[in-house]
């Protein structure tokens, strides 16, 4: 059989196809979690380090050295729960919050490059305080000379606080907001510019530059120039804004410088003395370019320099993260091939195992089809392969002795057909010749010999209708006591012949009584009778007893459950002469077991049939109800029947719902018993 059809390969299969989607779903459900309890770590970690990456972005950008920073450091530290260190960019310490005498090492990677004039945009994003832009890298708090004295700063103020009155009084929402340079600005809530413009509070003082501002708009305007003429190009005038052209539209405080395209001057109406220069595009970027360097330069000196900033655990570690890599990759696939194959190996073990036996079975079963006598298979363990080899096995046993016992009843059978059709054939053949006459006496032996061959079919033909359950029965009420007689009456004249004394006893009072078809129990009981007569010798007892069941009677007389009875057969023949019996039987002691009276009404009724004749060896006694068995193996028609009178008797017992059974004793006697449900008692 191809693998793929066999248990084998089907179970392999099965196995293998579970263990690959155990694997890839167990592998799956890993990734997964594991990829989201990493990534929400690394956004709890990446917002905590975001923060700690802005507060010292702001430190660096408000002051010229990294002096004083471990306070901001330890401070920072003890909020977040981890070790923050800051190194130059040579690795040179310049604070580290460990608090071991010897700082563990620190790692290889920094975490972030803490440098105002060029932010990290991806930490700065995650930071509210953070105004950086991906074209505009310098921190917003960096302003440098930028930065007013008091004095400037209380001016602006005023005017900014006298202008959001006005807008106030006007219904216009608008709140003062101080810049990290110390200018003012007045701020309006909600989008109105146009209202705004309709009213008469005028901002021009506030908006105007400051002497501070225009001195470092100046030196910026002279850097920028510079970068601009060593490109060849032409200088620029920036306003307070930073925006670039001859028409420059007035500044708007506090927000801070950063360059900004030609093109966004339309948004902004100014009176212009002359036509406006016209920029190109090219124009625009080197000039964005030479206003950011002209403010790093500018900035330089105010800020910190760039500083290594490492964020981990106490330990030294830094975040731990999920990288599926190729070598992660490859880590992932070998377990799942190993747990595969460990599965498939399992699976093949177990599959031979469960297996081997089912083939042994088979080749047990095409054993026993192709005719071999005993076809059983070895059974190890106690599993249910086990118990079906079991099973198995006494199957093949029980259909052996089936066939064995068919064999011999095939063989019984013919014998005993073909000694009487013998004797009528030599008889006939002999009247042909001449050699005897067909006389009285000569049609009177030809009539016995077929009245013979009738018995024996008869026997055989109500054997087979109690095998096939359609036996049929016509039950009445009858008294046991006088069925018991008329079948002493019917046998009295073959047991004087014999010189055997026939007797009849009953239970004193009231009489047993069942519910049996009297005809089929008077031939089951006379079959009985007639084997006990014939296995007596001259001299001896054949008693006929009934009791009920419960009534203390002996129980030397079985009522089924004897060895005898648990046979598939009797032996005793159809025509009265029961060969089964064998042994010459009975026990003339079997009297005593009659005491049934006084069994309560509707318990069992036990008949028995006891003999005083040789009795039956305990090697015999389990055989006598087989169909043919006969104790004289020579099958003589002197010593014995046929061998279907015990038979019959256990069929007829069995169809009334009763139990045929014996008992014996070798030298005593033997005791057959019918054991039948009851009746109440008639009076």
Same mark, same amino acid.
């Given at each position: 059989?191809?693998?793929?059809?066999?248990?084998?390969?089907?179970?392999?299969?099965?196995?293998?196809?579970?263990?690959?989607?155990?694997?890839?779903?167990?592998?799956?459900?890993?990734?997964?979690?594991?990829?989201?309890?990493?990534?929400?770590?690394?956004?709890?970690?990446?917002?905590?380090?975001?923060?700690?990456?802005?507060?010292?972005?702001?430190?660096?950008?408000?002051?010229?050295?990294?002096?004083?920073?471990?306070?901001?450091?330890?401070?920072?530290?003890?909020?977040?729960?981890?070790?923050?260190?800051?190194?130059?960019?040579?690795?040179?310490?310049?604070?580290?919050?460990?608090?071991?005498?010897?700082?563990?090492?620190?790692?290889?990677?920094?975490?972030?490059?803490?440098?105002?004039?060029?932010?990290?945009?991806?930490?700065?994003?995650?930071?509210?305080?953070?105004?950086?832009?991906?074209?505009?890298?310098?921190?917003?708090?960096?302003?440098?000379?930028?930065?007013?004295?008091?004095?400037?700063?209380?001016?602006?103020?005023?005017?900014?606080?006298?202008?959001?009155?006005?807008?106030?009084?006007?219904?216009?929402?608008?709140?003062?907001?101080?810049?990290?340079?110390?200018?003012?600005?007045?701020?309006?809530?909600?989008?109105?510019?146009?209202?705004?413009?309709?009213?008469?509070?005028?901002?021009?003082?506030?908006?105007?530059?400051?002497?501070?501002?225009?001195?470092?708009?100046?030196?910026?305007?002279?850097?920028?120039?510079?970068?601009?003429?060593?490109?060849?190009?032409?200088?620029?005038?920036?306003?307070?804004?930073?925006?670039?052209?001859?028409?420059?539209?007035?500044?708007?405080?506090?927000?801070?410088?950063?360059?900004?395209?030609?093109?966004?001057?339309?948004?902004?109406?100014?009176?212009?003395?002359?036509?406006?220069?016209?920029?190109?595009?090219?124009?625009?970027?080197?000039?964005?370019?030479?206003?950011?360097?002209?403010?790093?330069?500018?900035?330089?000196?105010?800020?910190?320099?760039?500083?290594?900033?490492?964020?981990?655990?106490?330990?030294?570690?830094?975040?731990?993260?999920?990288?599926?890599?190729?070598?992660?990759?490859?880590?992932?696939?070998?377990?799942?091939?190993?747990?595969?194959?460990?599965?498939?190996?399992?699976?093949?073990?177990?599959?031979?195992?469960?297996?081997?036996?089912?083939?042994?079975?088979?080749?047990?079963?095409?054993?026993?089809?192709?005719?071999?006598?005993?076809?059983?298979?070895?059974?190890?363990?106690?599993?249910?392969?086990?118990?079906?080899?079991?099973?198995?096995?006494?199957?093949?046993?029980?259909?052996?002795?089936?066939?064995?016992?068919?064999?011999?009843?095939?063989?019984?059978?013919?014998?005993?057909?073909?000694?009487?059709?013998?004797?009528?054939?030599?008889?006939?053949?002999?009247?042909?010749?001449?050699?005897?006459?067909?006389?009285?006496?000569?049609?009177?032996?030809?009539?016995?010999?077929?009245?013979?061959?009738?018995?024996?079919?008869?026997?055989?033909?109500?054997?087979?209708?109690?095998?096939?359950?359609?036996?049929?029965?016509?039950?009445?009420?009858?008294?046991?006591?006088?069925?018991?007689?008329?079948?002493?009456?019917?046998?009295?004249?073959?047991?004087?012949?014999?010189?055997?004394?026939?007797?009849?006893?009953?239970?004193?009072?009231?009489?047993?009584?069942?519910?049996?078809?009297?005809?089929?129990?008077?031939?089951?009981?006379?079959?009985?009778?007639?084997?006990?007569?014939?296995?007596?010798?001259?001299?001896?007892?054949?008693?006929?007893?009934?009791?009920?069941?419960?009534?203390?009677?002996?129980?030397?007389? !079985? *009522? /089924? +459950?004897?060895? #005898?009875? $648990? %046979? =598939? @057969?009797?032996? &005793?023949? !159809? *025509? /009265? +002469?029961?060969? #089964?019996? $064998? %042994? =010459? @039987?009975?026990? &003339?002691? !079997?009297?005593?077991?009659?005491? #049934?009276? $006084? %069994?309560?009404?509707?318990?069992?009724?036990?008949?028995?049939?006891?003999?005083?004749?040789?009795?039956?060896?305990?090697?015999?006694?389990?055989?006598?109800?087989?169909?043919?068995?006969?104790?004289?193996?020579?099958?003589?028609?002197?010593?014995?029947?046929?061998?279907?009178?015990?038979?019959?008797?256990?069929?007829?017992?069995?169809?009334?719902?009763?139990?045929?059974?014996?008992?014996?004793?070798?030298?005593?006697?033997?005791?057959?018993?019918?054991?039948?449900?009851?009746?109440?008692?008639?009076?």
């Amino acid at each position: 059989m191809p693998l793929r059809r066999s248990l084998l390969g089907r179970l392999l299969g099965v196995s293998a196809l579970v263990a690959a989607c155990s694997v890839a779903a167990t592998a799956w459900l890993a990734v997964q979690t594991t990829s989201g309890a990493i990534r929400q770590e690394q956004g709890r970690n990446l917002t905590a380090d975001a923060r700690i990456y802005d507060t010292l972005l702001g430190y660096a950008a408000r002051n010229p050295t990294w002096n004083g920073v471990d306070a901001t450091v330890r401070k920072l530290a003890e909020e977040s729960g981890r070790r923050i260190a800051l190194t130059t960019q040579s690795r040179q310490p310049l604070a580290d919050s460990a608090t071991a005498e010897v700082p563990p090492p620190l790692p290889p990677q920094a975490s972030a490059v803490v440098d105002p004039l060029s932010v990290d945009a991806v930490l700065a994003a995650r930071t509210t305080e953070g105004q950086g832009t991906a074209a505009d890298r310098i921190d917003p708090r960096a302003v440098g000379p930028f930065l007013l004295p008091a004095a400037e700063r209380t001016e602006l103020r005023q005017l900014a606080d006298r202008h959001a009155i006005c807008l106030n009084r006007s219904g216009i929402a608008a709140d003062v907001v101080v810049g990290p340079s110390g200018r003012p600005r007045v701020q309006v809530v909600g989008n109105s510019p146009e209202r705004v413009l309709s009213t008469k509070c005028e901002s021009f003082d506030l908006d105007a530059p400051t002497r501070t501002e225009r001195k470092a708009l100046d030196a910026l305007n002279g850097l920028a120039d510079a970068c601009l003429k060593r490109q060849g190009r032409e200088g620029v005038r920036l306003d307070q804004n930073l925006f670039w052209g001859e028409d420059v539209s007035a500044a708007r405080p506090g927000q801070l410088p950063y360059p900004v395209p030609s093109d966004a001057r339309a948004a902004r109406p100014a009176p212009v003395a002359e036509a406006p220069r016209e920029f190109t595009g090219e124009d625009d970027r080197a000039i964005a370019s030479c206003v950011g360097t002209a403010r790093s330069e500018q900035l330089g000196s105010y800020v910190a320099s760039p500083a290594l900033l490492f964020i981990g655990d106490e330990g030294g570690a830094t975040v731990p993260g999920f990288d599926l890599s190729p070598a992660n990759t490859a880590k992932i696939a070998g377990a799942a091939a190993l747990v595969l194959a460990l599965t498939v190996g399992a699976s093949v073990l177990a599959g031979a195992r469960l297996v081997r036996p089912l083939h042994a079975l088979t080749g047990a079963a095409q054993r026993m089809r192709d005719g071999e006598e005993s076809a059983s298979v070895p059974v190890s363990g106690d599993d249910e392969i086990a118990r079906l080899a079991a099973a198995f096995n006494d199957m093949s046993a029980h259909r052996a002795r089936l066939e064995e016992q068919r064999r011999a009843m095939v063989s019984d059978v013919a014998h005993e057909l073909r000694t009487p059709l013998s004797n009528i054939r030599g008889w006939l053949e002999a009247a042909q010749d001449g050699l005897a006459d067909p006389d009285p006496a000569f049609v009177s032996s030809l009539l016995e010999e077929a009245v013979q061959l009738q018995h024996i079919i008869d026997d055989l033909q109500d054997l087979a209708a109690a095998d096939a359950g359609v036996l049929r029965l016509h039950p009445e009420p009858v008294r046991v006591g006088e069925l018991l007689g008329q079948v002493a009456a019917a046998h009295q004249a073959r047991a004087d012949t014999a010189e055997v004394t026939l007797r009849v006893e009953t239970a004193d009072g009231r009489v047993p009584e069942v519910a049996a078809d009297p005809v089929r129990l008077r031939q089951a009981v006379g079959n009985l009778v007639s084997n006990a007569v014939r296995h007596t010798p001259p001299g001896g007892t054949v008693t006929l007893r009934a009791y009920g069941g419960g009534g203390g009677a002996d129980s030397r007389a !079985g *009522d /089924g +459950s004897e060895g #005898g009875s $648990g %046979s =598939d @057969s009797g032996a &005793g023949d !159809g *025509d /009265g +002469s029961e060969g #089964g019996s $064998g %042994s =010459d @039987s009975p026990t &003339g002691h !079997g009297s005593e077991g009659g005491s #049934g009276a $006084g %069994s309560p009404p509707g318990g069992d009724v036990v008949i028995e049939v006891a003999d005083t004749g040789t009795g039956i060896p305990a090697e015999d006694l389990p055989y006598v109800f087989d169909r043919f068995w006969r104790a004289e193996k020579s099958r003589s028609r002197r010593t014995g029947g046929s061998g279907l009178g015990l038979a019959i008797v256990r069929k007829l017992a069995e169809a009334h719902g009763g139990t045929a059974g014996a008992t014996s004793t070798e030298g005593e006697g033997s005791v057959f018993v019918i054991r039948l449900p009851g009746r109440a008692p008639m009076p």
